[in-house]
């Protein structure tokens, strides 16, 4: 049924706790499962403006390939196949644009849970992939 599974992450216990559906689902149905962390350069550079594009840029990438080796050694744990990418962009887009190149049959990832007001003023990257992905999204409430 699943052959390809998707799981963006963002190092975070969230991201964690998706990571975890997202390897039972890949070894129930002996699919690879694709780890993806996006740089979102734009909104870091916004929130620290002292900061070379250059350095902020290397850091996140850092950051994304630690993110998604953690996705693949708990993938290996359990014999799964992983694939590792970092992408800069918005991630919501860069998100769909890889499903799209991969052929992704299924997307798990977390949720922050946002409440109130910041829910419907700020929205979520989940919520909106959820909305225009072309593929199921499986959402994972975390710790």
Known sequence: MYERILVPT???ECAAAA???AVTI???FDATLHACYV???DAVAHAAPELS???LRETLREEGAAAT???AERAAESGVETVETVREG???EAIREYADEAAIDLVVMGTHGRQGLD???VGSVTERLVRRSDVPVVTVRGP
């Open 10 to 12: 963002d190092g975070s």
């Open 19 to 21: 990571t975890e559906h």
């Open 26 to 28: 890949a070894d129930r």
């Open 39 to 41: 740089v979102d350069v």
């Open 53 to 55: 594009l250059d350095d």
């Open 69 to 71: 080796a953690a996705v």
């Open 90 to 92: 918005i991630p919501e």
């Open 119 to 121: 829910r419907y003023l």
